[in-house]
């Protein structure tokens, strides 16, 4: 299974995908919209819209850098919302998907630490969640997804997650954000259901960056779930999970 959907075919221009070079920090952003059946059955993904942001120098550079992709990742957030007809007013979900006992695999739950939430406020109509991984609970990721959001009647759901990426290049530097759901545990061949707005009849987006390749992309190697992830994760993730939490923050007008 592929994670970031500009690594599943080579000529995605023919798709109506776009690369603006921002010209700052290194950074581009790229864009596609799957909004037909057959474009989704082409390039493998669900339909909706899709923004990579890549920033190859974004553990090389300070806080200004961090604050400025959150601001780009915000306008783009904001633009799906528009599209999905939701507002700072609608009622979201926020989950951090993974396994927060590996740094790898930790993103969701990272983001989550970082986005404040009024719990106490009789009007919250933001709710955060990380419900772990089946193999620790017993339950699967879209089950208490699935309940939850129905159970506090959301009108989004905003899911973050670990990738996993082809391109050793791209480990922690790609922000993929989309309006078409996604699989928890796909790159791991994992059974989980796909949390999509077709299985919970709610607006699903969703946040990832890849912090794992397999050992497989990079050698020759007898283990096929070898899976390899950056020397400096720790940070990684760190930095990571404070661009999108400010991001998610920025577009539901939460404090920092």
Excluded: W
């Excluded at 989550?112 to 939430?117: F, Q």
């Amino acid at each position: 299974m592929i994670d970031l959907i500009d690594e599943c075919a080579t000529e995605l221009e023919g798709y109506g995908y776009k690369v603006k070079r921002l010209g700052q920090y290194g950074i581009d952003l790229a864009t596609l919209s799957v909004d037909s059946q057959q474009k989704s059955k082409a390039l493998g993904f669900g339909q909706g819209e899709y923004v990579i942001l890549n920033s190859p120098l974004v553990y090389d550079l300070d806080n200004e850098c961090h604050n400025y992709i959150s601001k780009i990742l915000t306008k783009q957030l904001d633009k799906i919302f528009e599209k999905l007809r939701l507002n700072k007013n609608s009622r979201f979900l926020i989950v951090g998907i993974g396994n927060p006992d590996i740094l790898a695999d930790s993103l969701g739950k990272k983001v989550l630490d970082k986005i404040i939430i009024n719990t106490l406020d009789d009007d919250n109509n933001i709710f955060k969640i990380c419900p772990n991984i089946y193999i620790n609970t017993g339950i699967s990721t879209f089950e208490t997804v699935y309940l939850l959001a129905n159970t506090f009647d959301v009108d989004c759901i905003i899911l973050i997650d670990a990738l996993a990426t082809r391109n050793i290049n791209r480990l922690g530097i790609s922000f993929q954000l989309n309006s078409a759901g996604i699989t928890p545990g796909s790159a791991m061949h994992d059974k989980n259901k796909k949390i999509d707005k077709e299985s919970t009849g709610i607006a699903c987006v969703s946040f990832g960056v890849p912090f794992m390749i397999f050992a497989s992309d990079l050698v020759k190697c007898e283990d096929k779930d070898l899976v390899l992830a950056p020397k400096d994760i720790h940070e990684n993730i760190d930095i990571a999970s404070k661009i999108i939490a400010g991001a998610i923050s920025g577009a539901l007008g939460l404090e920092e």
